[in-house]
């Protein structure tokens, strides 16, 4: 059974950085892994993801040119560094992963709020 837990949210300030950090474990390895978040009042959004050996990687157009996303060398870790933060980009971020064309795996969420 795959096992997601997420890090690194906390409050900052519009125009700083965070990086979120996704401990897979249970054998995620060969899946593709990626990142939502959801705002209060909305639907959660997909934001970026990335293959299991980082060869193709997506984003939400929102996000593209500020954030990316990417692998541990085991493959087993996956980052979002996100920049030049935005009020809009307050939200729980949730991991998540999927071997196949669905995220049948998800974690718990971390908060990121960033102030204005």
């Known amino acids: 059974q795959v096992q997601l837990v997420e890090s690194g949210g906390r409050l900052v300030q519009a125009g700083g950085s965070l990086r979120l950090s996704c401990a897979a474990s249970?054998?995620?390895?060969?899946?593709?892994m990626g990142w939502f978040r959801q705002a209060p009042g909305k639907e959660r959004e997909f934001v970026a993801d990335?293959?299991?050996?980082?060869?193709?990687?997506f984003y939400a157009v929102s996000v593209k040119g500020r954030f990316t996303i990417s692998r541990g060398n085991g493959k087993n870790t996956v980052y979002l560094q996100m920049n030049r933060l935005k009020p809009e980009d307050t939200a729980v971020y949730y991991c998540?992963?999927?071997?196949?064309?669905?995220?049948?795996?998800w974690g718990q969420g971390t908060q990121v709020t960033v102030s204005s």
């Open positions: 249970g054998g995620s390895s060969g899946y593709t």
């Open positions: 990335i293959s299991w050996n980082g060869g193709r990687i």
């Open positions: 998540a992963a999927r071997p196949g064309g669905t995220y049948n795996y």
